[in-house]
Structure formats: structure tokens, C-alpha cells
């Protein structure tokens, strides 16, 4: 199995257009593949800039945010690239695409690192938020899941929060769970 890193993009249009995404890139020796879905915002941007930037942070709150609307986080400039970063990540990575593997659903984009940098430190791991990012995970495969696999899901993660959340990973639970209740209305209305 790959090794997957989940984290926030940051792409941009050829208009200037910042586009923050959640999205998992994966480790091909020293490169990092991004995949993204056909059509997406960020699909679009890297075929238009060929450049990326990676934010890693512990924010639970943009994860769940960007799943459920909220995209309107505060960006920063990184030194020479024309994509910023997140304000909130703990660090950064800035990907410039070197190949592109076609697909009618998915292309795949192998990137190099070509600049980095550091933030701020990282404070602990903590169930909560990575509940919160399984949660994530979990509304962005909401129309490829049984009822029961994400009602299932659902009741095991709120362990976690219910046990060690703090204020921001309680507010983005409760996004995404938003989201869960509508979808499995919709589901059931249709049933």
C-alpha cells in the first residue's frame, strides 16, 4: 500500500483565483503524486500552473471546513511561488508537476518539492482531530457508501471527540456531521 499524506492543498487559477483543498498525495520515492478528480478546481489549477502548494496542519477545522463549503481561510505568500500557503500550516512543501500519468477519472500528477518551509511547532497528536479527519474522509465518499458502513463510521469516531475534543474539533465534527444527516435524509427519501 502507498504511503498517503493527508493535507490541505493550495492551487491557483491563471486569473489569481486561490482554491484551498483537502486531499491525500501519495509518496512515489522522492516524488508526491496528486490525484485529483475529474472536474475539480484543483485538477483545473495544476493543469493551468503546474504548480502546487502543500500545507500540513493539525487545523481539524479547515479539514472539515473545506467538505462542507467553508473554503475561506486566511493564505499567506510563500517567496518566490505565486501559490500561498495556508496561514494555519504547520509547515509546507511547494510541488512543481514534472509528469502527468492521464485518466479519464482520475490523472495522476507526479510532483518534485522544490521549496519548503516551517511554521510553527507541532503540539501532540490528539484522537479528536484525527477523528475529525476520518470523519473527513469518510463526507467526501458519502455517495459511494451503505447507510449503515457511514451510520457505522459515525458511531465510532464520536468516541474520540466525545472523549478529547476541544472546542474547534467539536464545531468541525458538527459540520461534518450536518452533512452526514443531510445525505442520509436524501438516502432515505429516495429508499
Same mark, same amino acid.
Given at each position: 500500500? &502507498?504511503?498517503?499524506?493527508?493535507? !490541505?492543498? =493550495?492551487?491557483?487559477? #491563471? #486569473?489569481?483565483?486561490?482554491?484551498?483543498?483537502?486531499?491525500?498525495?501519495?509518496?512515489?520515492?522522492?516524488?508526491?503524486?496528486?490525484?485529483?478528480?475529474?472536474?475539480?478546481? @484543483? +485538477?483545473?489549477? +495544476?493543469?493551468? @500552473?503546474?504548480?502546487?502548494?502543500?500545507?500540513?496542519?493539525?487545523?481539524? /477545522?479547515?479539514?472539515?471546513?473545506?467538505? =462542507?463549503? %467553508?473554503?475561506?481561510?486566511?493564505?499567506?505568500?510563500? &517567496?518566490?511561488? %505565486?501559490?500561498?500557503?495556508?496561514?494555519?500550516?504547520?509547515?509546507?512543501?511547494?510541488?512543481?508537476?514534472?509528469?502527468?500519468?492521464?485518466?479519464?477519472?482520475? &490523472?495522476?500528477?507526479?510532483?518534485?518539492?522544490?521549496?519548503?518551509?516551517?511554521?510553527?511547532?507541532?503540539?501532540?497528536?490528539?484522537?479528536?482531530?484525527?477523528?475529525?479527519?476520518?470523519?473527513?474522509?469518510?463526507?467526501?465518499? +458519502?455517495?459511494?457508501? &451503505?447507510?449503515?458502513?457511514?451510520? #457505522?463510521? !459515525?458511531?465510532?469516531?464520536? !468516541?474520540? !471527540? #466525545?472523549? @478529547?475534543?476541544?472546542?474547534?474539533?467539536?464545531?468541525?465534527?458538527?459540520?461534518?456531521?450536518? /452533512?452526514?444527516?443531510?445525505? +442520509?435524509?436524501?438516502?432515505?427519501?429516495?429508499?
Amino acid at each position: 500500500m &502507498p504511503f498517503i499524506r493527508e493535507t !490541505i492543498l =493550495t492551487t491557483i487559477s #491563471d #486569473d489569481g483565483g486561490v482554491h484551498i483543498a483537502p486531499l491525500g498525495i501519495i509518496q512515489d520515492g522522492d516524488h508526491w503524486i496528486i490525484a485529483p478528480f475529474r472536474p475539480s478546481t @484543483t +485538477l483545473a489549477n +495544476l493543469e493551468a @500552473t503546474g504548480i502546487a502548494v502543500v500545507n500540513y496542519t493539525d487545523e481539524a /477545522k479547515i479539514f472539515a471546513g473545506c467538505l =462542507t463549503g %467553508r473554503r475561506d481561510w486566511p493564505v499567506v505568500a510563500v &517567496p518566490d511561488c %505565486r501559490v500561498p500557503r495556508l496561514e494555519a500550516a504547520l509547515s509546507h512543501d511547494v510541488l512543481e508537476v514534472v509528469a502527468v500519468k492521464e485518466d479519464a477519472t482520475r &490523472p495522476r500528477f507526479s510532483c518534485r518539492v522544490t521549496a519548503s518551509g516551517q511554521h510553527r511547532p507541532f503540539q501532540g497528536m490528539n484522537r479528536a482531530k484525527a477523528a475529525v479527519l476520518e470523519a473527513a474522509i469518510l463526507v467526501s465518499r +458519502l455517495h459511494m457508501l &451503505p447507510a449503515e458502513k457511514i451510520e #457505522d463510521e !459515525i458511531a465510532y469516531l464520536k !468516541i474520540a !471527540i #466525545d472523549k @478529547t475534543a476541544g472546542p474547534d474539533e467539536e464545531q468541525a465534527w458538527y459540520w461534518l456531521l450536518e /452533512k452526514v444527516i443531510d445525505h +442520509l435524509a436524501t438516502v432515505e427519501g429516495e429508499g
